[in-house]
Every structure is written in C-alpha cells, then in structure tokens.
Nanobody, 124 residues
Framework: QVQLVQSGGGLVQPGGSLRLACAASGFILDDYAIGWVRQAPGKEREGVSCISDADGTIYYTESVKGRFTTSRDNAKNTVYLQMNSLKPEDPAVYYC?????????????????WGQGPHVTVSS
C-alpha cells in the first residue's frame, strides 16, 4: 500500500522556523518526484517546491526562495521541507505529493499520492 505520512507543522512566530517531513511507505521515495503544495483558507492551491525524480533538481516558487529548503533523506525514505523566516502570508495546510515527472506537470498536485497535510500557523 502506497502511503505518504507527514509530520511537523504547528504554530510559530513570524521569523521562526518549522520543518515538515514526508515519509513514504510501500514505495521508494527516491524513485518519485516529490512536490510540496499549500492551501490557505480562501486562497488557491499553490505549488511551493518540487524535487525532480529525473535529476534531483529542486524548484521553488518565487515567494519562498531563499527561505524554504527541500531535501531528501533516502536512508529514511523521507523528504523534508525546511521553512525558515516564516511570514504571515505562509500559513496554510501543507501537503506533500508524489508522482513520476511531477515537477514537469502543470502543477504539483497532479498526483494520486498525497500526505495528510499538517497545518502551519504563523502568529505572534
């Protein structure tokens, strides 16, 4: 059974940091592209980052460049999203998704495999 299990999330003050983890079971995460997608209440879904299955290239949406870092730990079959310098516009539900060639698709949520999506809240 293919499953993505997420951990992390929570409440942090502006300027703070959080790390989200996306662990795979039933498949080898390194074989797939992994996307990070967020959705805030009343806003459109947004692709945040994607790590390519083809060559490991990591893509970021402009608003998080320099603040968020996606990484892979193959030994743990887990992908991480390190979020630093969090801003008031970052709160959302953050999902990871996995699919072949995901980074090349129209969006990072064009996938059948999703994590459960923890909340990230930024508030003083």
């Amino acid at each position: 059974q293919v499953q993505l299990v997420q951990s992390g999330g929570g409440l942090v003050q502006p300027g703070g940091s959080l790390r989200l983890a996306c662990a795979a079971s039933g498949f080898i995460l390194d074989d797939y592209a992994i996307g990070w997608v967020r959705q805030a209440p009343g806003k459109e879904r947004e692709g945040v980052s994607c790590i390519s299955d083809a060559d490991g290239t990591i893509y970021y949406t402009e608003s998080v460049k320099g603040r968020f870092t996606t990484s892979r730990d193959n030994a743990k079959n887990t992908v991480y999203l390190q979020m630093n310098s969090l801003k008031p516009e970052d709160p959302a539900v953050y999902y990871c998704s996995a699919a072949f060639y995901l980074c090349r698709r129209d969006n990072y949520w064009n996938s059948a495999n999703w994590g459960q999506g923890p909340h990230v809240t930024v508030s003083s």
